[in-house]
């Protein structure tokens, strides 16, 4: 279980840049959360600080799973733990191979659970299975992770990593008004495919085209860094429909 | 006065040098030497930086300072060989230990149409074209470390392909410093003489087993006749107190090509001068290399090209890793003749920076007098990305590892041109030692 009590973040050694005001949120197993807002009300900070990038500072409040504060933890260390992070847009890293990379961290996971190590056999066979099985170009994992993958081709090969790396927290920072449809779907399909009583799902998107593919159990309006109505996945459809407009401050004032 | 202008540090050389065998050196060799070092007894070390556009990054003050002695009784096991070198059994490989050729420690195959073996050997049976080869490319132009070694020059390595033969077994020239604790120098050479239509694949081993101050001179000079197809590597891992000054010469005759890919970890100052002279249409050359460097150490790579006949290429690109104190140079020059219309020229240089204290020096050029040309160049000097850092340590990874992945991710691409299978097992060994080397000497990196 996942908790977020009173959470306030700072970009990190930036005066006045408070972007997270007080987020409460208390996410359970087997739950899939929709995290929606505006531009600039914090989803994509939210989902960073929840994994411990280093360019953000947690000033007050706290994040707790499984009843343990995690916001002291390195990323790596929240991994561990099972967090983890879909990116928006996944780093490309010239020279390092998908399967290489991913036994690095399925093997750095269980040295630090004190599990033993999967075998180079058993891990490929793991491997080539989940890379069938998210659809991706096995030509493309043998090249640089993420080099010259097109926007299909990163979100594929983030949900093998989803799939490989079997989390119990998976964040999806999917804000990016730009996404295409294949592209949600992709994510889609992995977020669905992974549902499962004992792991959880947080969403970040700006609009309600994934959630047509994903069904939420619930759903959060985040508003200048405070969570501003919770719901169920009707919500998402008033958003849809009406914007966020009745939840910023003097509306019509930006135009 | 006459101090400042006087050849830096010649009479350091002076007694080695009249004292140095010449006893089987063939008439037109001793002459070969002799103007050699009337040229390096003119030019001494090059001591001048200020306005000497060659030696403009490279600091040559040490070596001026320091006193090498000229003694070859050293002597060096099979298994020193061994553990220090590439080695593969089916390979031909000549071993020179301070520069004399060794036969025991030698593994000559009687593989057919090359031979390969001792340059005193071809000197004194007058081997293939040697007397008009040697020297030809490098020793008898204005450049001291050239001249210094031919000056020097009574033995080293010989590599002669016949026409037509295409070896499948690659042939390594293994040159070992033997351990010592006196400073010492010695003056490698080799001479490959490759016939049309035959190909090879070489590989030049330079390795130290001194941990002493040693000063390491090698001059390599490569022919490739038409239609020779030469992959070249050379592997440079020196002890880091010692300085390798090293000069490689290549002329490449009617669509001849020329593939080399350099590994460069060794030395306290290093510097490898390879110059490629296309002088027949169709010659094709590609220089590749990989330089690591950490603690106070410096890497130099001078670079270039002359396009003399039309419809040539060349290909220039280096990548660089630094850490600590240490310090690189890339000078990569490209020249396209005027008669050389249709040529198509490629310089490329990029460098992982991962401490505040190292430094790069980059400086592609591109000299072009003919009018119909390709030609691209461009350096970068860059650190680990932050970003990058936290996508790896999001999976699990902590941030040592991470580092680690990231920078054999940078060098992967040029370890992976090392092809032949127990050469790229050995680089990739190496490379892997020398990481957490670089590792813990960086501090600019996993800062935002």
Known sequence: MLEIQNLHASVLDIENSEILKGVDLKVNKGEVHAIMGPNGSGKSTLANVLMGRPDYEVTDGD??????????????????????????YPAEIPGVRPWQFLKAAHDAKAEARGEEKMSVRNFTKLFDEKVEAVGINPDLVKRSLNEGFSGGEKKRNEMLQLEVLQPSMAILDETDSGLDVDALRIVAEGVNSMRSPERSFIVVTHYQRLLNYITPDIVHILVDGKIAQTGGPELALVVEKDGYREYLPAAGATG | ???????????????????????????????????????????????????????????????????????????????????TSPWDDTWNIAVVVDGRFNADLSNLTEDDGVSVGSLSDAFSSGSGEIESQFASLAGREEYAFTALNTAFASDGAYVAVAPGVKLGNPVQVIFVTSDSAKSRASYPRLLVDVGSDSSITLIETYVNLSLSRQLSVPVTEIFAASDATIRHYRIQMENENSFHLATTRVAQMEDSQFTSTSFA?????????????????????????????????????EISTTHVKP????????????SGNSRAAFSGKVVVKRDAQKSDATQKDLNLLLSRGARIDAKPSLEIYADDVVAAHGATAGHVDSDTLFYLQSRGIDEEAAKAILIRGFAEEMIDEFEPESLNAFVEQVASERIPVLLAESDTIGTT
Request: net charge negative.
């Open chain 2, 311 to 322: 419809g040539c290429t060349s290909d220039q690109f280096y990548k660089g890793i630094l």
């Open chain 2, 1 to 83: 006065m006459t101090l400042a202008t006087s050849p830096a540090a010649v009479e350091k050389f002076l007694s080695a040098y009249e004292n140095a065998d010449q006893a089987k050196s063939p008439g037109w060799l001793s002459d070969t030497r002799q103007q050699a070092w009337s040229i390096f007894s003119e030019l001494g070390i090059p001591v001048k930086r200020r306005g000497n556009e060659l030696w403009k990054y490279t600091n040559l003050t040490p070596v001026a300072e320091s006193d090498f002695e000229y003694d070859l009784s050293g002597s060096v096991s099979i298994d020193q060989v061994r553990s």
């Open chain 2, 265 to 301: 970890v060794g030395s306290s100052i290093a510097r490898n001068d390879i110059h490629t002279s296309l002088d027949a249409p169709g010659a094709s050359c590609t220089l590749h290399g990989l330089y690591m460097t950490s603690g106070q150490q410096q890497q130099d790579q």
């Open chain 1, 63 to 88: 994040i707790l799973v499984d009843g343990e504060s995690i916001a002291e933890l390195r990323p790596d260390q929240r991994a561990h733990l099972g967090l983890f992070l879909a990116f928006q």
